[in-house]
């Protein structure tokens, strides 16, 4: 058994070849998380993994001065953690010669193992934070490298289902007639917005909160509320639920847009989604008229949801 690694810059996440372990673990790096605790953990736990195959996107993250430190600190901080060998997958496979070739490759491995099932399709998997949008094209991924050219292109959108700030995806808000602008302050996050409207339950919403408090509905209608410069009490819970809605709608139609974009760029008919923001994919297909094949039907909603750490242990496999 290999055991698949995606350590991202918020959450770690692991899962074996074999599909009978999953692990998605919230690891903030910039604020010091422990991850190398974690993955130690994670190797107590899996004592039958034979090596680590390994996608890092961490690199990003503000506590490092640059990618190419947090690529050699997180490859370092992987080798300590395992005692079995550890591979690592960059843009051009487990063969690499340059750490700045591992950076932000986990959307490269999920479409190298999707492409031996997809030959034409465009992959999209939404996490908490971001978005990939891939093109596979003849089964293999017709994407810009970096997530500089990737940001380019519309590969990536930096938005995520969970930790979006809200007035990065919602500028302005109707309510009670008022066009009125969210306050540029991190107040609330795209959690709160599925939080109330119950389309997350308390345990997926799976990071912090903006204000420190609590993952109840109620503390999520109070961080909706100041996102108006509000209390609660002073615009009324019906205000704030028209807040999350519109969020969700915007977010929704920046999702089609995007798919809409790659689709017409490269003539593909087909989805297939995966990640957190599985169902929000599905339903941006549905409204474009796109087949749409969910990962969490073929695999499992466990490995849809740390897929790229699944699509590398499989590699790892394969190359075995």
């Known amino acids: 058994m290999i055991l698949g690694l995606d350590i991202g810059g918020a959450n770690t996440k692991a899962a074996s070849s074999d599909g009978l372990f999953t692990a998605s673990v919230y690891l903030p790096l910039w604020k010091g998380a422990p991850l190398e605790e974690a993955l130690c953990s994670i190797a107590r736990s899996q004592p039958q993994?034979?090596?680590?195959?390994?996608?890092?996107?961490?690199?990003?993250?503000?506590?490092?001065?640059?990618?190419?430190?947090?690529?050699?600190?997180?490859?370092?901080?992987?080798?300590?953690?395992?005692?079995?060998?550890?591979?690592?997958w960059g843009t051009g496979g487990f063969s690499w010669t340059d750490p700045l070739e591992l950076a932000a490759a986990n959307w490269s491995a999920s479409a190298a193992f999707l492409g031996r099932e997809e030959h034409d399709c465009l992959f999209v998997d939404m996490?908490?934070?971001?978005?990939?949008?891939?093109?596979?094209?003849?089964?293999?991924?017709?994407?810009?490298?970096?997530?500089?050219?990737?940001?380019?292109?519309?590969?990536?959108?930096?938005?995520?289902?969970?930790?979006?700030?809200?007035?990065?995806?919602?500028?302005?808000?109707?309510?009670a007639g008022r066009s009125l602008s969210l306050a540029p302050e991190l107040f609330s996050i795209m959690a709160d917005a599925r939080l109330a409207l119950g389309q997350i339950s308390p345990e997926r919403y799976s990071c912090d909160t903006a204000d420190g408090a609590g993952k109840d509905r109620q503390s999520a209608l109070r961080r909706?509320?100041?996102?108006?410069?509000?209390?609660?009490?002073?615009?009324?819970?019906?205000?704030?639920?028209?807040?999350?809605?519109?969020?969700?709608?915007?977010?929704?139609?920046?999702?089609?847009?995007?798919?809409?974009?790659?689709?017409?760029e490269h003539s593909l008919e087909k989805v297939v989604a995966a990640g957190t923001?599985?169902?929000?994919?599905a339903e941006a297909a549905a409204f474009l008229g796109m087949e749409c094949v969910r990962i969490s039907e073929r695999y499992g909603r466990e490995i849809s949801n740390v897929f790229p750490a699944y699509a590398v242990a499989r590699l790892g496999e394969m190359a075995d």
């Open 49 to 88: 993994a034979e090596a680590v195959a390994v996608v890092i996107t961490g690199e990003l993250a503000d506590c490092f001065s640059c990618k190419r430190e947090g690529l050699e600190r997180l490859i370092a901080c992987v080798r300590r953690s395992f005692s079995v060998p550890a591979c690592f």
């Open 127 to 175: 996490g908490s934070t971001t978005t990939d949008i891939i093109p596979i094209l003849s089964g293999r991924a017709a994407a810009a490298g970096t997530d500089f050219l990737r940001l380019a292109a519309g590969e990536l959108v930096y938005m995520g289902l969970l930790r979006t700030r809200l007035d990065a995806i919602l500028p302005m808000a109707t309510i």
């Open 224 to 264: 909706l509320a100041r996102s108006v410069c509000a209390d609660l009490e002073e615009i009324g819970e019906g205000a704030a639920i028209a807040i999350a809605r519109q969020a969700c709608c915007r977010q929704k139609d920046i999702l089609v847009a995007a798919i809409s974009r790659q689709a017409e």
């Open 277 to 281: 923001g599985e169902s929000l994919i």
